[in-house]
């Protein structure tokens, strides 16, 4: 099949990933029908809302792109057996999150989704069909999903036509916040695989906008284990620099200085340098356990130990937060108001997946404070079922009563003793600190856990501050 007899492409799982990446698809090929599937009702609902705002995901310029295409060659539905029957390329997409019980509880990732996605292909598909793997995964997933689809080729439970599959891996590169730069225009795109005449196809369905030298292309394995290890690298520059970040607290060094100066050399590079209140995000921590759980099944348990230690860091960084906030604050919260500024993992986002303020707000209601929590983009419920406050199904904790949520920020303060920020949202970076602080109770503290405070007004402003990798 060669990429003028693609019609359809579908797309399971209408996330952060199959959402924003099926739209520019879809806004590069009007001549091909882009269905996005899940089982997620509600969601597909909220994909389908006339007004743009009520998108499930907020991603800057999506709603655009989304404007010009949905209805037109670009449709979210629930419809997930035909549009796979009409599909003559069919992205994964479903989440893989990591296993709670059983074998590799809380490290290898659980898989059921890939697999019921690839039972669903393997009953309906029609003809010949690519599968694309977009989802990350452990290494060897692929080969799950080709042999459940060989089964089928070998089975007449469905259905007597004939059918057949090629299986690629495609991991997805892209920041959330930042979703549709990242792609259209990548710094590479990858495809593993060993079937020339698919891996062609889907080659030419991204150079519709991508450039030819930036697709690379691997086996499968490799294709697999290259997302793993991008995402590695990247979390572990970050715990790399929050170590750093305790160091200059205890030493009188300013972490932005050591970054700045570190990252000049260009063998290191200046990007993913910012210290903060450790990574978030739904891949980092996953996908490293995930290596961590390969590494321990091929006996590499040192190169095991290297990678735990990256998330073991990263935690140890927030409860260091947590900590330090409990200490200045008299060494005690009970009944004390704070204001939590941002609860999004990352600004320009309403993902809260593993973010630290879920971590960091944890520990504060544990030692009896009362959160005010303000945050642009994250609604009340999320942060309360993101809390254990409640349950998904709307059961309310008895500590629901200690976080409130509020829309403006000089509400968000009153009365409070301390401001923590943990998203660096830009509107904090322009706050009236002598406005704010006339509102909170003295002393009043600003725990700056992104470093980017403008100190100096605040402390101008009555606050007594502390900047992470500053002290
Ligand atoms: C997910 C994975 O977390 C990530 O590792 C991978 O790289 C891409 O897919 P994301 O898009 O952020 O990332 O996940 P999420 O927003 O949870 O979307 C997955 C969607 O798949 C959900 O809407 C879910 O309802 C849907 N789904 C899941 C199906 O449609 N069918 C299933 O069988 C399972
Ligand atoms: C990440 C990868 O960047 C992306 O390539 C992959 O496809 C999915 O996982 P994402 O999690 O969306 O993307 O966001 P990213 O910008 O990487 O940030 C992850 C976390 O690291 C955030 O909590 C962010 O605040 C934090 N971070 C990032 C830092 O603390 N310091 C930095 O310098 C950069």
Redesign the pocket.
Known sequence: MNINQVKNICC????????PTMTVIANYWHNIKVNV????QE?INAWNDKDLNNL??YEPGLDILIKKTRGKNLFFSTD?ESSIASADIIFL?????TKTKGFGAGQA?DL??IE??AR?IAKYAKGYTIVVE????PVKTAETIQQILNAELTSSIYTTESKSFSVLSN??FLA?GTAITDLEKPDRLLIGGDDANAIKTLEDLYKAWIPHEKILKTNLWSSELS?LTANAFLAQRISSINSISALCEATGADIKEVARAVGSDRRIGDKFLNSGPGFGG??FK??ILNLVYLCNYYGLHEVANYWESVVTLNSWQQHRISSLIVNKLFRTLSGKRIAIFGFAFKSNTN?T?ESPAVSICKDLLEEGANLAIYDPKVNKRQIEVNLNLQSSRNIANDNISQIKKFEAIEDCVEGADAIVILTEWDEFKIVNWEKISKLMRKPSWIFDARGILNQKSAIKAGFKVWSVGKG
């Open positions: 399971i799982g209408a996330g952060y990933v199959g959402g599937v899940d089982i997620n969601r499930p995901i997930v997409s479903v989440n893989t999150p990732s059921r989704w019921i996605s669903q977009k989802s990350t995964l991991p997805e959330e997302k739904s891949c996953k996908d993902d997946r």
